[in-house]
């Protein structure tokens, strides 16, 4: 049963101001030995440092490159990425969707916060925000317009609400102008929120 | 029958502020700390996601709007630890003491954590019902939109598409089911579908005639339409 009919929630006895909030509840947790200070640290550089949007990114360019990649992963994205170590929390069922002139794909998550996180890390903060979560299914084309991207008339929206465990990432398309580009040439124009799809990629310079 | 999360659709939320590529700064260190702490003690297997984003849902309408995205996983955990006995009041209170904790052992471990990060933890399922509907067939999502086995309890058919029309898309196989899974009621599980929804069956002022939501929908949050 939901334990609600207790308006004092038990989070009501810790300290009220965040950072000492999270102190106490840690110093207690490690107190108990429930938790280890040096895997929270492991955790944290996991995040900050190693997993982020360049794994999404190298997906991406490969599927550029690759048209057996590319329709592999369309088919079966979880398969495809796990082969190239993209795998594991928040990450467990893939789906990847691709854009094109007539359509064009946005992720959010409406209820929470659900992320690709082995493909793109942890959420931006204005992914898991309240304006994010209440506007990108009712007006995608104004939320987009927030981000710089304006979309023709004659291109449908299709906004995915990730309600369950899959994870959905944008093949974005291939911009113009860039035949002659290898892999890692490619990945470095995908930015982070043309694959969540609030953006698009970069065109070369 | 709705709580404060479900606010897909909602007015009067201002803009949405973008933020430089790559990987997200984490802000104050303490938020990347609410983060790690809450994946270690999920790793103690006390508790599955669905009963975390439950404990989140379940903070009080005031809370949940006041405190930023962190400091809601922060006082949703504390709020668990003590609901599972992990921890007791008097240990929030007090700072803890250093009476035996039995599940010490189970503790998430710096040299285990890559491997635990890189497990995750699949909701597919063998077994449960046949599919009851195939690609391309119309089906209504069920209305009210509210968990059907728990007053109050954890559902994720958003409010907005309880009672739309839309047309399923593609089956992404058999899943644990969330309403079910958030009560300690057993994986119940289901078929689950991408279902796609014209926008006009979801706004009252469509941006587009042919813009489209798709949710991913449990078998029995679908009848046929």
């Known amino acids: ?205 | 029958m709705t709580r404060v999360h479900d606010m897909g659709g909602r007015f009067g939320d201002g803009a949405v502020l973008p933020e430089p590529q790559g990987i997200p700064d984490m802000g104050p260190e303490w938020q990347a700390r609410a983060l790690a702490i809450t994946l270690a003690t999920g790793a103690l297997g006390e508790w599955n996601i669905d009963i975390s984003r439950h404990a989140r849902e379940r903070l009080s309408p005031k809370d949940y709007t006041r405190f930023t995205y962190y400091e809601k996983w922060v006082a949703a955990l504390a709020d668990l630890l003590v609901e599972t006995g992990l921890l007791t009041r008097d240990d929030l209170q007090s700072g803890g003491d250093l009476a035996p904790e039995p599940l010490v052992e189970r503790a998430l471990r710096h040299p285990k954590v890559a491997e635990v990060l890189a497990k995750g933890a699949p909701a597919d399922r063998v077994g449960g019902p046949t599919e009851r509907f195939a690609v391309g067939q119309a089906v209504r999502t069920r209305r009210p939109a509210g968990n059907r086995l728990c007053p109050g309890g954890h559902t994720r058919l958003p409010t907005y598409a309880s009672g739309a029309r839309g047309t399923i898309l593609r089956l992404h196989g058999t899943h644990v089911l969330p309403d079910s899974s958030a009560h300690r009621l057993g994986d119940a599980p289901e078929p689950l579908y991408a279902v796609a929804f014209p926008a006009r069956q979801l706004w009252a002022f469509p941006e587009h005639p042919d813009d489209e939501v798709i949710l991913d929908l449990w078998q029995s949050y679908l009848e046929p339409a």
């Open chain 1, 1 to 205: 049963m939901p334990h609600d009919h207790d308006p004092d929630h038990p989070h009501t006895l810790l300290p009220p101001e965040p950072a000492l909030r999270v102190k106490a509840l840690e110093t207690i947790l490690t107190r108990k030995g429930l938790v280890d200070p040096a895997a929270l640290d492991e955790i944290i550089d996991t995040y900050q440092n190693r997993i982020g949007p360049q794994n999404g990114a190298d997906v991406v360019a490969r599927a550029w490159s690759d048209p057996s990649f590319r329709k592999a992963l369309l088919e079966d994205a979880t398969t495809v990425v796990a082969d190239l170590g993209y795998y594991g929390r928040q990450g467990e069922h893939i789906v990847v969707v691709e854009n094109t002139p007539e359509r064009h794909n946005m992720v959010v998550c409406t209820l929470c916060s659900c992320y690709p996180w082995p493909l793109l890390g942890i959420p931006p903060g204005w992914y898991k925000s309240d304006a994010y979560r209440a506007r990108a299914v009712r007006e995608p084309r104004k939320v987009l317009a927030e981000f710089g991207v304006a979309l023709s008339s004659d291109t449908a929206v299709r906004v995915w609400d990730s309600t369950a465990e899959v994870r959905y990432l944008v093949l974005p398309m291939r911009p113009a102008g860039t035949d002659g580009l290898d892999r890692a040439a490619l990945a470095a124009l995908v930015t982070r929120d043309s694959m969540i799809g609030t953006g698009l990629p970069q065109s070369p310079s």
